[in-house]
């Protein structure tokens, strides 16, 4: 019988400052199988990932991330097989630094679709993690503002790398604990740290009700991420959107609400993403 094989291959672009905004979450396919892209795309979520078909693989160089389907019997098979060999897998710098590859294989279309189904939520996480990685290059490309970076880690004992280009709003000591805010221009965001001196239980309310005491009005809102020690929240404000999470860190709690406002951007989601590349990199300071 013969083998059905599929490869999701999400090629890197070491060139951050040339990955636009809406390149972070834009993956392209290539596929031999209408049914088996449509049946893939159908598992993710597409207000988060852009998934766009290409008809040839004669541009990979200009393409940041590509999903591919192979069958074995297609020209294009052995070129791409040889990274993964296995089963279910993936590769870092598969052609060049910064590329990465994930491989996924099935004896036929029927295993195929069954292994999309049973590995989806790893597929995800697999995409979201490239996605992020993206956007925490990207903000970065300019390096870190050691200055703020200091202050942060002086003022809260805590370490967070601020990239260079954004300036402190707020900084003081408030009722229950701590508060940092810092904003950038073109479009208009916010990301505010507040550190909390109680350990509340991670619910929705306990997050929405820090936001009121905190932040302006909102609406919209649902749970956008859910884990042992941190839960997170999206919705919208006047003329944008914002993500608020609370989580613990070791002994502390902590609070941080990103906001991105523009009323003309259609891709505000991504600058919050971009923004919690940042946040979620927060860590306790060593001693």
């Known amino acids: ?19 636009k905004i809406e390149d972070l979450n834009k993956f ?12 893939f795309i159908s598992y993710f979520d597409t207000n988060f990932y852009r998934f766009l078909e290409i008809k040839n693989l004669s541009e990979l160089n200009k393409i940041n991330n590509l999903i591919i ?5 297609s020209r294009e098979f052995y070129r791409f097989y040889k990274y993964i060999n296995d089963e279910l897998g993936y590769k870092h710098n598969y052609s060049r630094d910064g590329s990465f590859l994930f491989g996924i294989f099935g004896k036929n279309e029927e295993d195929l679709k069954f292994n999309i189904y049973k590995n989806r939520s790893y597929i995800d996480s697999v995409l979201k993690k490239r996605v992020y990685e993206l956007a925490y290059k990207r903000i970065f490309y300019f390096g870190i503002d050691k200055e703020k970076t200091r202050l942060f880690k002086e003022k809260l004992y805590l370490t967070l790398d601020i990239p260079v280009g954004w300036r402190i709003l707020d900084s003081q000591s408030i009722s229950h604990g701590s508060f940092f805010r810092f904003v950038k221009e073109n479009p208009k965001r916010y990301m505010s740290l507040y550190i909390l001196n109680t350990k509340p239980t991670l619910s929705y309310s306990n997050i929405s009700e820090t936001r009121k005491l905190l932040m302006d009005t909102f609406w919209n809102t649902k749970i956008s991420y859910i884990a042992m020690d941190k839960l997170c929240i999206d919705g919208n404000i006047k003329q944008g959107v914002f993500r608020s999470c609370m989580g613990y860190l070791n002994s502390k709690a902590y609070f941080y609400d990103i906001s991105v406002i523009d009323s003309y951007l259609n891709n505000l989601v991504l600058y919050i993403v971009e923004i919690d590349a940042i946040l979620s990199n927060l860590s306790v300071n060593e001693k």
Request: glycine share 2%.
């Open 69 to 73: 389907i192979l069958t074995e019997n």
């Open 28 to 39: 392209y396919i290539f596929s031999e199988n209408d049914e088996i892209k449509r049946f």
């Open 1 to 19: 019988m013969k083998r059905l094989f599929c490869f999701l291959i999400l090629f890197g672009c070491n060139e951050e400052l040339n990955l």
